[in-house]
Structure formats: C-alpha cells, structure tokens
C-alpha cells in the first residue's frame, strides 16, 4: 500500500490552463506539505497544512491554491498555467508540524507546460 | 541565496569503501538537520538526522557528523552498496517549532560493484 499517493505522475498540458493535483495520505498523519522542485533541482516548500488549517504558505503567485478537505487529502489546483510552472511537484505529509519528524514524500507529479 | 549548499553534484564509490557526502550551510539559525535520499521517479526518503546540540548521529551503515563553528555536517556511508545509489539531499530547519525545511540541491551518489 502506498503510504503516500499523488496524482497524476504525468501532466503535460497548454499554457493559461487549470490544472489540479491530487493527494492522498494514509498513514493517519496530521500534517502535508507541497513542495516544488525546479529544473536547478532545489527542492523548496509551498505550503504546509496541520489538521486541515494553513500553517505554512510561501511566496507562491496565488495562482496556486491548496485546498484540503480532510487530513488524508492535500489538493493542488494551479490557474493560468505559465511556461515557469514546469517542474516536479511533491506531496508529502508527517504526523505534526514539527520539521524534525520525518516527512514522507509522494513519487512527484512532473508538470510540463507546452 | 542558498542557504544550505551540496558543492559536489556527484559522486562515484567503489562498492565497499566508505562514502562521504558533505553540505554546508551559512545561516547559525539552523538547529536540525536531516538527510533524505531519493530514487529516479521517486519521491525523496528520511534517512537520518541530527540536532544541533549534537556533533554525530549514527544509524547502521550511516554516520552524520555536524562541525557547528565550521557550518559544515557529512553523511558518511561505511560500508557502501550499489543499492546506495541516489541522490542524496541534505536538508536544514530554521525557525520555530514550524519553521520550514531548507534542502540542497543534492549530491548524486554511483557506487560500483
């Protein structure tokens, strides 16, 4: 079973699109996280949600908006597509907030803009 | 500006010699430190950490040391295995009891049989 499962681990689709990314838990966590990783490999943080509520949203264009409709499930929904957007998005969840507990990532979902 | 820095993008062992993988990192803030590894078409994996009141933790086959006044921590690897090839991402907390995780750009590690 996996522990953490996005989808879809593909998606190629047109600039100014909307796209969504789906995420799902199922280790009985507390916390989940989005992160990006760019064409120079830097993993970075975008957002972070505890038991639903925003706990951590970095300077992200608000054409990114997270939405999280119960503890297992961390959604990404991505308006107006830029050429920019294109990386490897990863879900990832721990059981709180705290950066010291080890934090399981999803498989990535890699988004190309055409 | 990066924060926590993996100068060397790769690395080549020979399978049962020891592998060192080093990260610096330029802000004191940082109290914790973690080290993941990940697989093609993987997501990254916990592999060990250290807190900053400590100077080595170790965990099997797999040591971290943290030199505080050189800002400067190593994952040493003894002995390696060609199962250990991946890329290995070096990561830094600052903040609270929330504050964000602030990774490296990785170091890709080949171990040969």
């Known amino acids: 079973d996996t522990a953490v499962s996005q989808t879809p681990k593909y998606l190629v689709t047109q600039m100014g699109n909307d796209k969504s990314i789906k995420c799902e838990q199922n280790l009985g966590h507390d916390t989940m996280y989005w992160y990006k990783q760019d064409s120079k490999k830097f993993l970075k943080i975008m957002f972070s949600?505890?038991?639903?509520?925003?706990?951590i949203n970095e300077t992200v264009p608000n054409r990114f908006s997270p939405k999280s409709p119960d503890k297992a499930h961390l959604n990404l929904h991505i308006n107006s597509l830029e050429l920019g957007d294109s990386a490897v998005y990863f879900c990832?969840?721990?059981?709180?907030?705290?950066?010291?507990?080890?934090?399981?990532f999803g498989d990535g979902t890699r988004l190309s803009i055409l | 500006d990066q924060q926590v820095k993996q100068n060397s993008p790769s690395l080549s062992v020979q399978e049962g010699r020891i592998s060192i993988l080093n990260c610096d990192y330029t802000n004191s803030m940082f109290d914790y430190f973690l080290w993941y590894k990940k697989y093609p078409a993987e997501g990254p994996t916990f592999l060990i950490s250290i807190s900053s009141i400590k100077d080595k933790n170790e965990d099997g086959r797999f040591t971290v040391f943290l030199n505080k006044s050189a800002k400067h921590l190593s994952l040493h690897i003894v002995p390696s295995q060609p199962g250990d090839s991946a890329v290995y991402f070096c990561?830094?907390?600052?903040?609270?009891?929330?504050?964000?995780?602030?990774f490296g750009k990785g170091t890709k590690l080949s171990v040969k049989p």
């Open positions: 949600y505890n038991n639903k509520e925003l706990i």
């Open positions: 990832a969840s721990s059981p709180d907030p705290t950066p010291t507990q080890p934090q399981h």
């Open positions: 990561a830094a907390r600052y903040g609270g009891s929330q504050g964000n995780l602030i």
